[in-house]
C-alpha cells in the first residue's frame, strides 16, 4: 500500500461521495469508513442504527483506544491494492492512530470544506435535523481542517475535487471505465 487517503469534514460535505468516487477514478483503491466499524459494533450490540446511536457507540470505542478503533477499521482488508481510502475522519486521534499504525505509509488528509448554507441544504435535502452538526462527535471537525494536508473546496464540482487531489497526490487516473460507467457504479454503491 502507497497512500492511505483519510477524508474529513462537517456532515453533508461529501465525504462518502468524494471516496467512492475517487475510488472509481483509481485503480487499486479499497474504501474503508470508521463509520462501518461503529455501525458492525451497534448491530453486535443490538442497537439501532440511528445517527445519535451510532455517535455513542462511536464515543465508546474512543474511549476503548485508537489503536483498537484503527485496527478495527484495518481487519480483513483485502490484499493487492495500493490506495486505501478511509471515510469520515472526525477526530484528530483517528488521524493519529492511522498515522501510527500505518508508520510505513503515506498518510493524507483531506479537508472538505463547505459553507454553512450549503450544508444546511444538503441535510434539508436528506431529511436530517439542523442541530446535527453541532455534537460532540462533530467538534473537532475544525481541528482537523486546521492541520489537513490539503483543503477542498466541497462546492466545487465533484470531477473538479476529484481531479484536484489526484493531481495533488500525483496519482493516475484509471482509464479502464467511461466516466459513465463510474457513474453508474458510484450511483449503485450509494
Not at 89 to 100: K, P, T, V
Not at 130 to 155: F, K, N, Q, Y
Request: glycine content about 8%; hydrophobic content about 45%.
Amino acid at each position: 500500500m502507497t497512500h492511505v487517503i483519510c477524508v474529513s469534514g462537517h456532515i453533508g460535505s461529501g465525504k462518502t461521495t468524494l471516496c467512492w468516487s475517487l475510488a472509481e477514478t483509481l485503480s487499486g483503491c479499497h474504501v474503508r469508513s470508521f463509520g462501518d466499524v461503529v455501525r458492525a459494533r451497534a448491530q453486535a450490540q443490538g442497537l439501532p442504527s440511528t445517527r445519535l446511536s451510532l455517535q455513542e457507540v462511536g464515543s465508546a470505542m474512543i474511549r476503548e483506544g485508537w489503536h483498537a478503533f484503527v485496527s478495527q477499521l484495518l481487519v480483513d482488508l483485502p490484499g493487492g491494492f495500493d490506495v486505501l481510502i478511509v471515510d469520515g475522519i472526525r477526530h484528530i486521534g483517528a488521524l493519529s492512530g492511522i498515522r501510527d499504525v500505518m508508520r510505513d505509509t503515506q498518510v493524507v488528509l483531506v479537508f472538505l470544506s463547505c459553507d454553512a448554507n450549503t450544508l444546511e441544504g444538503r441535510l434539508v435535502q436528506r431529511g436530517e435535523a439542523l442541530r446535527v452538526p453541532r455534537h460532540a462527535v462533530e467538534e473537532e471537525i475544525s481541528g482537523l481542517a486546521i492541520i489537513a494536508d490539503i483543503v477542498l473546496d466541497a462546492t466545487e464540482p465533484l470531477e473538479v475535487i476529484v481531479e484536484t487531489l489526484v493531481t495533488y497526490l500525483g496519482l493516475t487516473i484509471q482509464n479502464a471505465a467511461s466516466e459513465h460507467e463510474q457513474r453508474l457504479i458510484f450511483d449503485e454503491r450509494c
